[in-house]
């Protein structure tokens, strides 16, 4: 029977894994702990993204070891078994058949003999990969295991003599897509446009920013998305200064900005996308100005990737831009340098102009090899958002500029010979913003 899904792909992933690590080692990875809500509640389970990156299993309580050249099996799963009692309850589970026969495991046990079978591949390991702190309870049951081989390496001669954090492989692998992942992300990036550009036509003033929420939601949901892929952040007027303000329960009104930070998840891949723009009407003179510098920063930042260019490059550029608009406004005082030089800019704008995107929002990788930001490649896939964040007690600054706060945030893939915006399809451009803000 052929495997399910994408079987050729997690089977490709986990042999350049085995090729990363071997000789002489063993990966053993956790699968993420189930988390209790409240009660008897949990929330919903999401797998691990490196355990599904490399075997596309989603199931909680289970364990995938990777041993390269071991003669009983390269590729072991330990999984929950079939139970149908259980599985009335919870949905039906693929036990060990399913893990051979559905995800390609060369062997699968129940999760319940890991004990008695994963020390035949410990005592043959000279290095163990395994990411601590993951799964504490997992940590504890592996830990032993490891301990145990450990004590018989003298007597033997072979056994594992060290630990490595098997993370550092497996993320430098995910900070390049394949193309089955930037399908996954365009999937999740169509979603979110259509999510956000319903949020433009439904806000007006007397609606709770709930309402919005509950909008780009069902945008999501109804079209096959996992949910949001971070908690959504619908921030209306002085709240949008708040970075990650998810309350979402203030009364809107017309002519405020609302800023929308919000992703679907599809099929395990993030996208993360944010707009500003007036709530049921056009921008205001003074919002326009501040939009536009936002904009300029964020179009030039994105004009600086490609291959070659560095990770720290758009946000140099995105802040030069932003300094130079609040110098000509009136907000910050003094010469470029200087206000770069010496962080005077931090009060306005605090974070990083873009992360990593994929499996997580802020994905795994490098930002940083040897020292320097690290040179973009073809198939990164990084965020660019500058924003402006002016506090509604800053009194250094004139009264009408109080309270507000912009973020322009887009997706891109580094491709052969420059970019692509993977979130083209949401508007951005102050007439393709009130075209649906401000429709009657
Ligand atoms: N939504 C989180 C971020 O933009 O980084
Ligand atoms: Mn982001
Ligand atoms: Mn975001």
Request: hydrophobic share 40%; proline share 5%; net charge negative.
């Amino acid at each position: 029977m052929a495997l399910s899904g994408d079987g050729d792909n997690f089977r490709a992933r986990r042999k350049r894994m085995m090729e990363a690590i071997a000789p002489g080692a063993t990966a053993i990875m956790p699968s993420m702990p189930v988390a209790v809500r409240s009660g008897d509640v949990e929330f919903i389970y999401r797998q691990d993204s490196d355990f599904y990156y490399l075997t596309g299993f989603a199931e909680p309580e289970s364990v995938a070891v990777l041993s390269p050249g071991h003669p009983d099996g390269e590729f072991v799963m330990f999984v929950r078994p079939r139970d149908k009692e259980r599985e009335t309850w919870t949905g039906r589970r693929a036990g060990v058949e399913g893990a051979i026969v559905e995800y390609g495991a060369d062997k699968a046990y129940v999760i319940d003999e890991l004990e008695k079978i994963l020390p035949r591949y410990l005592e043959k390991s000279e290095r163990v990969h395994y990411p601590l702190g993951l799964n504490e309870k997992m940590d504890e049951r592996v830990l032993k295991l490891i301990r145990w081989a450990h004590t018989m390496r003298p007597r033997t001669g072979v056994g594992p003599s060290s630990i490595i954090d098997s993370r550092d492989i497996i993320h430098e692998a995910r900070v390049k897509k394949e193309p089955a992942e930037l399908e996954a992300m365009r999937r999740a990036m169509a979603i979110s446009a259509d999510a956000h550009k319903r949020a433009m036509m439904k806000a007006r003033g007397g609606m709770r920013e709930w309402q919005i929420e509950a909008e780009i939601e069902y945008a999501f949901r109804s079209q096959g998305a996992t949910g949001p892929s971070y908690p959504s952040i619908v921030a209306s007027g002085p709240n949008a200064a708040t970075l990650h303000y998810i309350n979402n329960d203030r009364e809107m009104r017309t002519g405020e900005l609302l800023l929308i930070d919000a992703g679907a998840e599809y099929d395990f891949y993030a996208a993360d996308i944010t707009r500003t723009w007036p709530i049921g009407a056009r921008f205001t003179g003074l919002q326009r100005s501040l939009y536009e510098i936002v904009l300029d920063a964020q179009l030039k930042a994105i004009d600086a990737i490609k291959p070659g260019m560095h990770f720290d490059d758009p946000h140099e550029v995105a802040l030069r831009v932003l300094v130079d608009g609040m110098r000509q406004l009136g907000i910050l005082h003094g010469s470029a340098e200087e206000i770069i030089e010496t962080g005077a800019y931090r009060r306005y704008y605090m974070h990083r102009t873009g992360h990593w995107l994929g499996m997580d929002v802020h994905d795994v990788g490098l930002y940083r090899v040897d020292g320097a930001s690290r040179v973009l490649e073809p198939g990164m896939v990084l965020t660019v958002e500058p924003g402006l964040y002016i506090y509604p007690d800053d009194d250094e600054v004139p009264e009408s500029f109080r309270g507000v706060g912009i973020r322009i945030e887009d997706d891109v893939l580094v491709t052969e010979d420059g970019h692509e915006v993977m979130t083209a399809a949401t508007p951005k451009s102050i007439a393709d913003v009130e075209a649906l803000t401000a429709a009657q």
